[in-house]
């Protein structure tokens, strides 16, 4: 089963996924965003398993960006998605936030969320509010419930709690 968040960049999607987490655990990792002297200098995946990793950032070389950020795949894929997919195997709930455009410049996540799609396992992903990419569309098409973040600017909890017990009732 999959619960997928959407919703525009400031909308609130990784909030709620971190209180869901918090409330009933699961393995996977939530994105941060990295700020220095106010101004926004990357992103960084935070693990289940502690590991506190740059996705991408400024000033760095590299071929592969989106927009001004460089994004670290081999960095991404050696410290969360190769973990992130033996964690699988042994996990009921796993998240994923977020199915975006530099997580996707990976080849590695790209195969692990094509696969995720045939899993009985419990997902919860955030992805954008455009379908730029394939796999994106098919995510929120195999999704038993899609949570947009902006209705829930002023209320998270209700987000939160609808999750929760969508998961609880779920056989998987």
Request: proline content about 1%.
């Amino acid at each position: 089963m999959i619960i997928a968040i959407t919703g525009k960049p400031g909308s609130g999607k990784t909030t709620i996924v971190k209180e869901v987490v918090k409330r009933i655990g699961g393995v996977g990792f939530y994105t941060e965003e990295v700020r220095k002297e106010g101004k926004r200098i990357g992103f960084m995946a935070v693990t289940s398993w502690d590991e506190k990793t740059w996705i991408a950032k400024v000033g760095t070389a590299g071929e592969k960006k989106v927009g001004k950020y460089t994004v670290l795949v081999e960095n991404f894929e050696n410290k969360v998605v190769k973990k992130l997919i033996s964690e699988m195997k042994k996990e009921r709930l796993i998240y994923i936030d977020e199915i975006g455009k530099m997580e996707m410049l990976s080849n590695e996540f790209k195969k692990m969320v094509g696969d995720m799609l045939n899993m009985k396992k419990l997902f919860i992903v955030t992805v954008p509010v455009k379908n730029f990419n394939h796999l994106v569309r098919k995510v929120k098409e195999k999704a038993t419930l899609i949570i947009d973040a902006w209705d829930y600017w002023d209320n998270k909890e209700k987000a939160v709690e609808t999750i929760i017990q969508v998961i609880k009732s779920s056989s998987v």
